[in-house]
């Protein structure tokens, strides 16, 4: 064996093709994860980060909200064509709609209002940055010192090359002819998603000692010769593959950092692989879209306004409004989805196959059971309104009248007072259900609602959150599965059983042909001591993200017998089909984000 690894390795050698596969094994190439490339992610892609309050997410991509959608109150705002629109976030949807119109400052339109940026040099794509805000007369450079990828890429995407910038420049002098009248120069900082330098925040502070003045390169199309240490960024731009997963958007669409195994220099790792910048860790605003960047930030707490640490003895001067802080007030209006958040603090107490008693029903509060004729034969999850999702191979249309939903019960030999029994008024099946696959085994039970046909009131139950991003939770994460299944040596149980069990990547070796990646999840501890069962079926697999809010992550479809390390519990890989459901029971019901 070690002979012919020997042999290869000469060969190799030998042969110049091979010497990029033996390169290419250093950490920071490692840091990418390749199979996430092919999706194109970008800023705009849901699945992995979240979109603007002028965007709502659909189908995995921010899509323009329409300007009507926008909470009403907020300052007036004026666009590049002359007109003031009720909100910065109207102007932005209006602008997503008809990208020829920008931002143009904070308030109502003046009549002379005109902002440009030019670049002061010989070639067309690369000088020094000259700007004219709003309301000054004469045009200004932009001091080196606060001068970074982010504000050029704004800087190149307003002066028309959509790919932002290849680089910056931050050493020039104040070119000659100028210098007699000017020495000023203006701070900015932007986020890199602006459209218009305009949108960025402007200050003016007395300088101590020369700086030197922000250049920039900005990309045009090819620029750059691709080499083995370029990357690709989604928009086509080639970048160094050492600011991949830096935390730094280079690319302008974000596509370097949505991909990550790990992350270099001054940034953090979501756990939905997208590399932050450390100053958004704990900066109050969840950039996360799994919500990690803001938990166990207690004396970790950032200032507000990130990059601008606050300078001694330096006079600032603001020139143009804070945008930033008007985005994430738009934000905080947006309307908000209640879900996944037990009624009161339980703790629940410690006293399936393995697993503990529940004690409290207001520890699983979307939990519902099925009842046919002789007893609970599945199980469901409330979502909300009149919805409870669970598995195709559960229900049956013909059967839809024979159904009872049970909520809030614990076991159902010996009843609870909080139990409410509903009916059912439809059952929609997945279209692509495989009975003998198991393919896409999930399902929806609509409620009819008493005493109002169409309103479900269920005081005691809460909906689990449905989840619009396979991103929200990975291989290893700790869920909990519930039901009235069958229990060791398949005796029957009649009271609700729970357990903890947890996520298992690479399921295919233990179900060869039998798995399917995009549609199921495998589940289960590693002696096999808790598992679902028979009768557990439609039931939750739920799962809880930093800030303890619960998901509903997988619906009990199948296995190969109960409580076998070797066979782990397949589930229904719910956020698979977040636009099925939505399509099916209405956007606004599940939506967390951007409705
Ligand atoms: C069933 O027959 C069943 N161990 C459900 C879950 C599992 C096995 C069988 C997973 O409904």
Known sequence: MKLVHVFLLLLCFYLS??????????????????????????????????????????????????????????????????????????????ECLHPATKFLNNGTCKAEGKFSVSLYGTADSEGIVEVQLVDQEKKMFICGSSWTIAEANVACFDLGFQQGALGIRRRFNFPEETYLNSTECLHVLCRGFETSLAECTFTKRRAKGYQGLAGVVCYAQNTEVPTDESFQCVNGKYISRTKACDGVNDCGDQSDELCCKGCQGDSFLCKSGVCIPSQQKCNGEVDCITGDDE?????????AIQGLAPVAQEETETLTADMN?????????????????????????????????????ADFPWQVGIKEADGISCGGIYIGGCWVLTAAHCVRVSKTHRYQIWTSLLDWVKYNREIKVELVNRIIIHEKYNASTYQNDIALIELKGYPNPKICELPQSVPA??????????PNDRCIISGWGRGKDKQR???????????????????????????????????GS????????????????????????????WGESCGKPEFPGVYTKVANYYDWI??????????????
Request: positive net charge; hydrophobic residues 30%; aromatic residues 10%.
């Open 295 to 303: 938990v166990d930030c207690e004396g970790a707490r950032r200032p």
């Open 493 to 527: 149980v009649f009271s609700l059983k729970w357990g903890a069990v947890n996520l298992i990547g690479n399921c295919s070796k233990f179900y060869p042909n039998r798995f399917y990646e995009k549609e199921m999840e495998c589940a289960g501890t590693v002696d």
């Open 17 to 94: 093709f091979c010497k990029a596969t033996l390169t290419s094994g250093t950490s920071r190439e490692d840091l990418v994860e390749k199979k996430c490339l092919e999706k194109k992610y970008t800023h705009l892609s849901c699945n992995k980060v979240f979109c603007q309050p002028w965007q709502k997410c659909i189908e995995g991509t921010c899509r323009c909200k329409l300007p009507y959608q926008c909470p009403k109150n907020s300052t007036v705002m004026c666009a590049t064509n002359g007109k003031s629109y009720p909100t910065y976030c109207h102007l932005k949807s209006l």
């Open 325 to 361: 802080a008007e985005r994430k007030r738009i934000k905080s209006l947006l309307p908000k989805l209640s879900c996944g958040v037990r009624n009161s603090n339980h703790v629940r107490r410690k006293r399936v196959v393995g697993g503990s008693l529940a004690q409290d029903v």
């Open 530 to 557: 808790i598992d679902a069962c028979k009768g557990d079926s439609g039931g939750p697999l739920v799962c809880m993200d930093a800030n303890n809010v619960t998901y509903v992550w997988g619906v009990v479809s």
């Open 582 to 595: 939505s399509y099916q029971v209405g956007r606004s019901l599940i939506s967390q984000y951007n409705i």
């Open 465 to 474: 959150c449905v989840p619009w991003s396979p991103y929200l939770f990975q």
